[in-house]
């Protein structure tokens, strides 16, 4: 039989002495060795622990990966094996990754799959869950072969801290580090020095960070920049992709649920900052300065771009000083351009300027098939109220509350376009659908897709005795109707017909059901 790790916890911890205090903890909890020894592969399995109490705060290897170190450096090196249903908590790093350290740099590989796993407490400089290292070397020009990709299904990050990158740090610096995420949460982490609460992808000088995120939630993040997310392309590549994605709640200075950056020196090289978001909630976010849901800047020389795409993405509810829900900035001679389709900007609020929208520096937004509150130039954009069902005022984020589903008679009703609409939306629900009854299915605006509310009845029925009975026998037949739907049917009937030579007694209902003419 299986192991209960719930019932039944084993804890491995860096407590060597057990008295409770941080003297003389160990530096590292668990060490997985893919360099000395063999590659570390999938069939290397961790199942079922907790992980605690280390304390990594010695000089170079030991100032980074608490928890664990799982160790892929260098040329032909691997540390990609499989951890489940395991809890880090607790740990420190003086450096990197207190709770792991996934070190795929100098043209190493680090890519473990995490299923049911939780990082919580735990504090590093960078990184205070995980730290995932594919950097390579910054002289070379070329982007090296060092990656460090890790796959999440079903994640917590709860509580962490660092300087950078509070809940994960992913450094593509001339290398890759672009984790798959499903089903993952990110809740109260905290960047107490700068950049992101959640999560910190960094794409620097060729490398790559750009993670893809599916059913994932930012919620009570904090950071100076990006509260939920920190995205930075310097003269590589960021470009994450996030699809039915929620932030919720989170706060910064600068993007309060989401961070984009582009920053290019010198020449030929280039900087991509190109997050494409698809069914994403922007709600209850702050920021003290620019872009209360998102904040979008590029900086220095040409062939510096930040380039969001946005389809099917809510705000509402979020606060800042320039841009409530989203604001672009444009610095030098970068260059700074979102495009919004399907999109529902709506009850935000600015204390300066942009209340739903700011444009700065000759900033560029494309904004078609949307709800922008007080309006907004393009094609089928319209400024009326999308009647959500559940709105909040901006003054009071962050904030979690509030339900931003269309109610009926809403205006975002099939008024989006069928031209790159997602195949299902935020919860799950098929798009598109006929929501206005007209014939033709056309996408909602919007996060959610509307479905209207519909009795859903089910008639069973039943016999008893099942066998044969005595002439003038008793046999009762029991019939069951129900609405298991999101809406009241009040004149609904139904008939049965009794077998030939059998006589009708009488009905015997259950409390509030109703029968007319014995029917």
Same mark, same amino acid.
């Given at each position: 039989?299986?192991?209960? %790790? ?11 002495? /057990?008295?409770?205090? &941080?003297? /003389? ?5 668990? %060490? ?20 605690? $109490? ?12 608490? @928890? ?6 260098? !040329? ?18 003086? &450096? ?9 740099? *100098? ?12 990082? *919580? ?18 002289? !070379? ?13 079903? &994640? ?18 001339? /290398?890759?580090? !672009?984790?798959?995420?499903? @089903? ?8 107490? @020095?700068?950049?992101?609460? @959640? ?33 930075? $392309? ?85 606060? $800042? ?24 900007? %709506? ?14 520096? &000759? ?31 901006? !003054? ?5 509350t509030g339900n931003f589903r269309l109610s009926l008679g809403s205006p975002a009703i099939d008024a989006g376009t069928n031209a790159g609409c997602p195949t299902s939306d935020l919860g799950g629900l098929i798009r598109p659908l006929d929501g206005d009854e007209d014939g033709t299915a056309t996408c909602d605006m919007g996060a959610y897709e509307f479905e209207k509310p519909r009795p859903a009845l089910s008639l069973a029925k039943s016999v008893s005795p099942a066998a044969a009975v005595p002439y003038h026998g008793t046999v009762t037949y029991t019939v069951s109707f129900s609405n298991t739907g999101t809406l009241s049917d009040t004149t609904a009937m139904f008939t049965d017909t009794l077998p030939t030579d059998m006589t009708f007694g009488s009905w015997i209902m259950n409390p509030g059901a109703v029968a007319a003419n014995n029917r």
């Amino acid at each position: 039989t299986q192991r209960d %790790w719930v019932a039944h916890p084993t804890v491995l911890s860096g407590d060597l002495d /057990g008295d409770g205090t &941080v003297t /003389g903890n160990a530096y590292h909890v668990l %060490w997985l060795d893919g360099v000395s020894h063999l590659n570390i592969t999938s069939a290397t399995v961790i199942d079922g622990f907790t992980i605690t $109490a280390a304390r990594a705060n010695g000089g170079s290897i030991h100032s980074r990966g608490g @928890g664990l170190y799982c160790n892929g450096y260098d !040329s032909n090196h691997a540390c990609s094996p499989t951890l489940a249903n395991l809890i880090f908590s607790d740990n420190l790093a003086n &450096v990197y990754g207190a709770g792991m350290y996934c070190d795929g740099s *100098s043209n190493g590989k680090c890519n473990p799959t995490l299923t049911h796993v939780t990082f *919580s407490g735990n504090d590093a400089g960078y990184g205070g869950g995980i730290y995932n290292d594919g950097s390579g070397d910054e002289e !070379s020009g070329s982007r090296s072969a060092s990656e460090s990709s890790p796959t999440l299904i079903d &994640v917590i990050f709860s509580g962490n801290r660092a300087h950078d990158g509070g809940g994960m740090y992913n450094n593509g610096t001339a /290398g890759t580090s !672009s984790p798959a995420l499903t @089903g993952v949460t990110f809740y109260n982490n905290t960047a107490h @020095g700068y950049n992101g609460g @959640g999560m910190h992808n960094r794409g620097y000088y060729t490398g790559e960070s750009s993670p893809v995120l599916t059913n994932v939630t930012f919620i009570s993040n904090s950071a100076m920049y990006g509260g939920g997310m920190y995205n930075y $392309a310097y003269e590589g590549t960021t470009s994450p992709r996030l699809t039915n994605v929620i932030f919720s709640g989170n706060a910064s200075d600068y993007g309060g649920g989401m961070y984009n950056m582009s920053y290019r020196e010198a020449f030929p090289k280039t900087a991509r900052c190109t997050p494409i978001l698809i069914n994403v909630l922007f709600s209850g976010n702050s920021a003290r300065y620019y872009g209360g849901g998102i904040d979008n800047g590029s900086l220095g020389a040409d062939d510096a771009r930040t380039a969001a795409t946005l389809i099917n993405v809510t705000f509402s509810g979020n606060s $800042a000083q320039y841009g409530g829900g989203i604001s672009n900035q444009k610095m030098d001679t970068a260059a700074t351009i979102s495009t919004l389709a399907n999109c529902i900007l %709506w009850g935000n609020t600015a204390i300066s300027e942009g209340l739903q929208l700011y444009n700065g520096g &000759v900033a560029t937004t494309t904004v078609l098939y949307s709800i922008v509150e007080g309006g907004y130039g393009g094609t089928g954009n319209l400024a009326n109220d999308p009647q959500f069902v559940a709105p909040i005022a901006a !003054s009071s984020a962050p904030t979690t509350t509030g339900n931003f589903r269309l109610s009926l008679g809403s205006p975002a009703i099939d008024a989006g376009t069928n031209a790159g609409c997602p195949t299902s939306d935020l919860g799950g629900l098929i798009r598109p659908l006929d929501g206005d009854e007209d014939g033709t299915a056309t996408c909602d605006m919007g996060a959610y897709e509307f479905e209207k509310p519909r009795p859903a009845l089910s008639l069973a029925k039943s016999v008893s005795p099942a066998a044969a009975v005595p002439y003038h026998g008793t046999v009762t037949y029991t019939v069951s109707f129900s609405n298991t739907g999101t809406l009241s049917d009040t004149t609904a009937m139904f008939t049965d017909t009794l077998p030939t030579d059998m006589t009708f007694g009488s009905w015997i209902m259950n409390p509030g059901a109703v029968a007319a003419n014995n029917r």
